[in-house]
Every structure is written in structure tokens, then in C-alpha cells.
């Protein structure tokens, strides 16, 4: 049979391939750079590993565990160390750590009386009922006030999307928190009765999902998939253009520098949507891509800065901060990378990753480097107490970094969904729609994996009865 064609070498394309093969289904992957991986990229250099996609995996889903497994890395995982549970916000010019307990957060300086009470009241909110769409702001600001939104919420969408809380949808962006008040009309009794309920699923909420990593980095896991294509992997070629057949797909590629052209018996897009939105398709049914051209990717760079231990005050025994806008700061918040995991930093020696850019300071991210280390060593100063010079710098720029799931942002996914009614055997995968995640990511992968496994059958039997009747 013909294969399947994935476009993106991305963790989701990745994945997809390595459980298609799995399956015994043929995949050929074609990526348009010059590596596989897509944002996760890890680094040694002097001592130093620097992560500048992700710094690490979180065991949301039973179909994390079971990749690693799979993909024989069960050996080289990294769980983080014990004592680098703390999570900081900042306020007061200062990182404060979260609570994590009921008594922590009634007895922490990081919220007001007024706040804490706010929480204590939140139970007793009416649910929104009117149908109407709002914004993580909107539903924060009415549920738990605006201080809880200022100095939690801000950071919280800081850290995972680089987004705007006033933009980003709280049922497309972050529907679990929706589901709660859909469901049991309050986030604290939600999350309570909904515990047993994800338990049963085999779940776990993403602030205490388990998260590790490699010995080699997050890498590991990408170079690991792309070993096993081997030939299956193209890289440096461009799908230029896809056709719809009687039988599956016609791809016109262009390989390094040569045009050609493939067959396929479908197609799995997992690349990014501004680039879907200029991919040119060919179906039976008209199909308007062009839409997906209007989807946000605020730019983002990571800056990773390593230092002596005795020039940074901050103990940084813990995962990282997250600093809302309203302290004034430039980084959008720092990861202890060398608290978290061993042999990220020299003996004696501290690795920071901070990032910079987002719907916050857009204009920020594509400084020179230079630039972007002097201004996060000025805040990491104020914030940890660094003084002294950087024994490592290293920055990559990301133009387009995370797609944004601003209010109205369902209607992409519906159009993604009547793209897939309307043109058989095209199916989309990715972060641009399944989640912003690693682990979003990689469930996607699994999933339209699965899809496909029931896909094929079906479309080889219809091959079948068109050779008959032409025989």
C-alpha cells in the first residue's frame, strides 16, 4: 500500500510516524528545515546543557508514558530533583513561593486579605449561563477578582503561552477550567469532585503532572524517533502543493532544490497553521485555507545564562519564577534549569533560562543578543541577587513561537474539523490545535495515529472496488 505522508518533523509528526510504523502502516515524513524536533533543541557547550524549546515533559496522559517506553528511553529519563518543587511568583520585586497547601495559601504574603478572601467566596459565584465567550481575564476577574488576575493569572499565561490574558479564551486556551464551572459551578468544588473522576481517566492535572526529562536533554526524545524512520524522514523538502485523488494524494515537493512529486494514501499536516494557511490544496470540494493565516504567533526568545554559584543570592532551589506584568520587569519569568535536573551546569556552577518577548514586548524578542543578555542579567539582578558576568550566554530567537488561543478561536477548529469532513484522508495534528504543550503535542500525535489506523482499512477496500470496476 502506498504510504502515509506526514508533513512536519515536529514532535507531533514525530510521533505519529513512530506509532504509524508501529502499526505496520508505511509513513514517509517530509520537513521543510535542515533537523527534526521542531522547537526542541538541546545544547552542550562548556559544561553547560541548555534547553531552548521546553525544558521539560509533563506525564499528563497514560500515552506519555507508553511513548518513552516504546521508544526504549525508559533508562535515560531524568525525574527532577525532590527539592526543586518550589515555584516562584514575583511581587514586591521579589519571588515569592506558591503555596501548596490550603493553610500556605491563607498564610503566604503573596496575596492580600482582600484576594484570599476572594477565593474563599468563589465557591458561592453563580455560573455563567448565557453562553457568552470570555476571556481568561473575564472569567478570573468575575470568579476571583482582579488582584488573584494581576499577580497570578498574568504570569500563569506569561509562562504558558507568552499570551495576553485579556485576549486568550479561558474555553479554548484553558477549557478545563471552563468544564469546572460548566459542571460543578465552582473551580474549588470542580476541582475536589473532579479528582476521582481524572483518576479513573488515568489524568492528572497539568500543575501535578510529574515532569522529567533525558540524560541528553528533552533532544533525546526527537533524534530518538527520527533514528527510527531512517529513510522515511526527508529533510530539506517542501510539500508545495497536495491533490486529491480518486485513490489518496498527490504531493508536489520540492527536495532539496528538485521538484517531484509522491503518492500517498493520506496526509497528516503537523506543521504550524500560518504555514497550512499558504499550503496550496486541491480537492473536489473547495476548501479555504486562508483563514488560518489570521492565528497569533507572538515572538518569543529563550535566553539561557549560566553563572557562578556564589554571584547569585537566590538559593533557586526550585523550578522557576513567573513574573507578572505589573512588577515591571522585561523576562517573562526564569526556569532553574540546573536546580531541576544534574549535569545542566559545571560543578560549582548555576544555569538560568529565562524568555523574553510574547504579547507583552513583542518588540523585545528580536534584539541582538547582546542586548537581550544585558537586559535579562539587569532583572535577574533585582530578582536573584546575580552579580558578576555570565560564565555561558546562548539566545534563540523564535519569530512565531505559540499559537494563541484568543477568543473566537473556535471557529479555526471547526474549520479544521469541516476540512477533515470535507476532504477525506487530510488530517491535522498539532499545537495549532490539540493544545500548546509538549504533551499536548505528543497526545495529538498518538491520537491521529489512531485515526489513521481506522482510516486505511477503509480506504484501501474503496481502492480495491475502483480496480474491480475498472477491471
Given at each position: 500500500?502506498?504510504?502515509?505522508?506526514?508533513?512536519g518533523?515536529?514532535?507531533?509528526?514525530?510521533?505519529?510516524?513512530?506509532?504509524?510504523?508501529?502499526?505496520?502502516?508505511?509513513v514517509?515524513?517530509?520537513?521543510?528545515?535542515?533537523?527534526?524536533?521542531?522547537?526542541?533543541?538541546?545544547?552542550?557547550?562548556?559544561?553547560?546543557?541548555?534547553?531552548?524549546?521546553?525544558?521539560?515533559?509533563?506525564?499528563?496522559?497514560?500515552?506519555?508514558?507508553?511513548?518513552?517506553r516504546?521508544?526504549?528511553?525508559?533508562?535515560?529519563?531524568?525525574?527532577?530533583?525532590?527539592?526543586?518543587?518550589?515555584?516562584?511568583?514575583?511581587?514586591?520585586?521579589?519571588?515569592?513561593?506558591?503555596?501548596?497547601?490550603?493553610?500556605?495559601?491563607?498564610?503566604?504574603?503573596?496575596?492580600t486579605?482582600?484576594?484570599?478572601?476572594?477565593?474563599?467566596?468563589?465557591?458561592?459565584?453563580?455560573?455563567?449561563?448565557?453562553?457568552?465567550?470570555?476571556?481568561?481575564?473575564?472569567?478570573?476577574?468575575?470568579?476571583?477578582?482582579q488582584?488573584?488576575?494581576?499577580?497570578?493569572?498574568?504570569?500563569?499565561?506569561?509562562?504558558?503561552?507568552?499570551?495576553?490574558?485579556?485576549?486568550?479564551?479561558?474555553?479554548?486556551?484553558?477549557?478545563?477550567?471552563?468544564?469546572?464551572?460548566?459542571?460543578?459551578?465552582s473551580?474549588?468544588?470542580?476541582?475536589?469532585?473532579?479528582a476521582?473522576?481524572?483518576?479513573?481517566?488515568?489524568?492528572?492535572?497539568?500543575?501535578?503532572?510529574?515532569?522529567?526529562?533525558?540524560?541528553?536533554?528533552?533532544?533525546?526524545?526527537?533524534?530518538?524517533l527520527?533514528e527510527?524512520?531512517?529513510?522515511?524522514?526527508?529533510?530539506?523538502?517542501?510539500?508545495?502543493?497536495?491533490?486529491?485523488?480518486?485513490?489518496?494524494?498527490?504531493?508536489?515537493?520540492?527536495e532539496?532544490g528538485?521538484?517531484?512529486?509522491?503518492?500517498?494514501?493520506?496526509?497528516?499536516?503537523?506543521?504550524?497553521?500560518?504555514?497550512?494557511?499558504?499550503?496550496?490544496?486541491?480537492?473536489?470540494?473547495p476548501?479555504?485555507?486562508?483563514?488560518?493565516?489570521?492565528?497569533?504567533?507572538?515572538?518569543?526568545?529563550?535566553?539561557?545564562?549560566?553563572?557562578?554559584?556564589?554571584?547569585?543570592?537566590?538559593?533557586?532551589?526550585?523550578?522557576?519564577?513567573?513574573?507578572?506584568?505589573?512588577?515591571?520587569?522585561?523576562?517573562?519569568g526564569?526556569?532553574?534549569?540546573?536546580?531541576?535536573?544534574?549535569?545542566?551546569?559545571?560543578?560549582?556552577?548555576?544555569?538560568?533560562?529565562s524568555?523574553?518577548?510574547?504579547?507583552?514586548?513583542p518588540?523585545?524578542?528580536?534584539?541582538i543578543?547582546?542586548?537581550?543578555?544585558?537586559?535579562?542579567?539587569?532583572?535577574?539582578?533585582?530578582?536573584?541577587?546575580?552579580?558578576?558576568?555570565?560564565?555561558?550566554?546562548?539566545?534563540?530567537?523564535?519569530?512565531?513561537?505559540?499559537?494563541?488561543?484568543?477568543?473566537g478561536?473556535?471557529?479555526?477548529?471547526?474549520?479544521?474539523?469541516?476540512?477533515?469532513?470535507?476532504?477525506?484522508?487530510?488530517?491535522l495534528?498539532?499545537h495549532?490545535?490539540?493544545?500548546?504543550?509538549?504533551?499536548?503535542?505528543?497526545?495529538?500525535?498518538?491520537?491521529?495515529?489512531?485515526?489513521?489506523?481506522?482510516?486505511?482499512?477503509?480506504?484501501?477496500?474503496?481502492?480495491?472496488?475502483?480496480?474491480?470496476?475498472?477491471a
Amino acid at each position: 500500500m502506498k504510504s502515509v505522508a506526514i508533513i512536519g518533523a515536529g514532535i507531533t509528526g514525530l510521533t505519529a510516524a513512530f506509532y504509524l510504523k508501529r502499526k505496520g502502516i508505511p509513513v514517509t515524513v517530509y520537513e521543510a528545515s535542515e533537523r527534526g524536533g521542531g522547537v526542541i533543541q538541546s545544547l552542550r557547550q562548556d559544561g553547560y546543557l541548555a534547553e531552548f524549546g521546553p525544558n521539560t515533559l509533563l506525564e499528563t496522559s497514560p500515552k506519555i508514558t507508553l511513548l518513552v517506553r516504546d521508544a526504549g528511553l525508559e533508562s535515560r529519563r531524568l525525574n527532577p530533583d525532590p527539592r526543586a518543587e518550589a515555584r516562584y511568583v514575583v511581587r514586591y520585586k521579589r519571588p515569592i513561593a506558591m503555596p501548596s497547601s490550603p493553610l500556605g495559601f491563607f498564610t503566604t504574603s503573596l496575596f492580600t486579605a482582600k484576594a484570599k478572601f476572594a477565593v474563599l467566596r468563589e465557591p458561592f459565584v453563580p455560573a455563567r449561563r448565557d453562553g457568552k465567550e470570555e476571556s481568561i481575564a473575564e472569567f478570573v476577574q468575575r470568579r476571583l477578582g482582579q488582584e488573584f488576575l494581576d499577580h497570578a493569572i498574568d504570569a500563569l499565561v506569561a509562562g504558558v503561552y507568552a499570551g495576553d490574558p485579556y485576549k486568550l479564551s479561558v474555553l479554548q486556551a484553558f477549557p478545563k477550567l471552563a468544564q469546572l464551572e460548566a459542571r460543578y459551578g465552582s473551580l474549588i468544588k470542580g476541582q475536589i469532585l473532579g479528582a476521582r473522576e481524572r483518576k479513573q481517566r488515568g489524568e492528572v492535572a497539568k500543575d501535578r503532572a510529574p515532569k522529567f526529562s533525558f540524560d541528553g536533554g528533552l533532544q533525546v526524545l526527537p533524534d530518538t524517533l527520527r533514528e527510527r524512520l531512517g529513510d522515511d524522514l526527508h529533510l530539506n523538502t517542501s510539500v508545495v502543493k497536495l491533490t486529491q485523488t480518486a485513490d489518496g494524494w498527490t504531493l508536489a515537493l520540492r527536495e532539496r532544490g528538485q521538484d517531484t512529486q509522491a503518492e500517498h494514501s493520506a496526509v497528516i499536516y503537523a506543521g504550524t497553521a500560518f504555514k497550512l494557511a499558504e499550503l496550496r490544496v486541491e480537492t473536489e470540494a473547495p476548501l479555504d485555507f486562508a483563514p488560518f493565516s489570521e492565528i497569533r504567533y507572538p515572538p518569543v526568545a529563550s535566553v539561557v545564562l549560566g553563572f557562578r554559584r556564589e554571584d547569585v543570592a537566590h538559593p533557586c532551589a526550585g523550578f522557576g519564577m513567573l513574573i507578572p506584568r505589573v512588577e515591571g520587569f522585561k523576562i517573562l519569568g526564569t526556569i532553574f534549569s540546573s536546580s531541576l535536573f544534574p549535569n545542566r551546569a559545571p560543578a560549582g556552577h548555576l544555569t538560568l533560562t529565562s524568555y523574553v518577548g510574547g504579547e507583552r514586548y513583542p518588540e523585545l524578542a528580536s534584539l541582538i543578543p547582546e542586548k537581550l543578555f544585558a537586559l535579562t542579567c539587569a532583572d535577574l539582578r533585582v530578582l536573584l541577587g546575580v552579580r558578576g558576568k555570565p560564565t555561558f550566554q546562548h539566545s534563540v530567537f523564535y519569530p512565531r513561537a505559540i499559537p494563541q488561543y484568543n477568543v473566537g478561536f473556535g471557529r479555526y477548529r471547526q474549520l479544521m474539523t469541516d476540512i477533515e469532513t470535507k476532504a477525506p484522508g487530510l488530517f491535522l495534528a498539532g499545537h495549532y490545535r490539540d493544545g500548546v504543550s509538549l504533551s499536548d503535542s505528543i497526545v495529538s500525535g498518538c491520537n491521529v495515529a489512531d485515526r489513521i489506523e481506522k482510516y486505511v482499512p477503509a480506504a484501501k477496500q474503496a481502492e480495491q472496488n475502483e480496480i474491480g470496476k475498472a477491471a
